[in-house]
């Protein structure tokens, strides 16, 4: 039997360590979460820069070593404690897609995605630029249909025919736009891949606002 004893996540609601989160669930690893406070900037205090040096979230810790990167995590999760069908394996034919949208999620939506973050939200007012902003929401309309005219025509998941971490990675990025309230002009499709996603009981664990961060 697997050792997963040592599994700790460092983790905030609503940030990337969903993605974490939602796949140990899944996976039913056990695991200890370890929540890092995130109301400032950089997260945690002085103790969590020894665990993940830029001070962002997530980070998981396994029998102490630690690595990040939220999606390089899903994929060791799975390489280690798998087999798993949250993964495609290289034999199946699905392979090619579940790598293209498992890393989709995160390098191919973060651009247009923290650029509306930015400039609709966190910066502060007189530094937001609405030309930004509007190049953002363009990008992020193109992103968001390629998921529907590609990923998503005539399939209810992203590779495989049945839910693997490609859609807990771009999942993920759904919910930050719902967070930020630029979801609702989403096309159909993908409205109701989301709300496919978050049926599921690993989500409502995963996506839970405890414990509270600072
Ligand atoms: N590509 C990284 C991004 C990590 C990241 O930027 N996390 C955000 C939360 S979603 C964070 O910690 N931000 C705090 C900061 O940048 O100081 C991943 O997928 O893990």
Do not use: C, N
């Not at 697997?2 to 460092?10: A, E, I, P, W």
């Not at 140990?24 to 690893?29: A, R, Y």
């Not at 897609?97 to 989709?104: A, T």
């Not at 096309?187 to 995963?206: E, Q």
């Amino acid at each position: 039997m697997v050792d997963t004893s040592g599994l700790r996540l460092f983790h905030a609601p609503r940030t990337r360590s969903v993605r974490v989160r939602w796949l140990l669930e899944e996976m039913d690893l056990p695991y200890t979460l370890e929540t890092v406070p995130f109301a400032q900037r950089p997260a945690g205090d002085e103790a969590y820069g020894e665990i993940h040096p830029l001070r962002k979230v997530p980070a998981l810790e396994d029998k102490g070593r630690v690595m990040f990167e939220s999606v390089a995590i899903l994929q060791y999760l799975m390489g280690r404690y798998g087999p798993t069908d949250l993964e495609v394996t290289p034999d199946e034919a699905d392979y090619d897609l579940f790598l293209q949208w498992l890393h989709y999620g995160e390098s191919g939506m973060i651009l247009p995605v923290t650029l509306l973050l930015a400039h609709t939200m966190l910066l502060p007012e007189k530094a937001r630029s609405p030309v930004i902003a509007r190049s953002a929401k363009r990008d992020t309309v193109k992103a968001l249909s390629m998921l529907a005219d590609h990923g998503l025509a005539g399939r209810d998941y992203l590779a495989a025919d049945r839910f693997t971490a490609a859609d807990i990675s771009v999942g993920y990025m759904l919910f930050l736009l719902k967070i930020i309230k630029q979801f609702d002009d989403a096309p159909a499709a993908v409205k109701a891949y989301f709300a496919r996603l978050t049926a599921r009981p690993s989500w409502s664990v995963a996506s839970a606002m405890d414990p509270v961060a600072g």
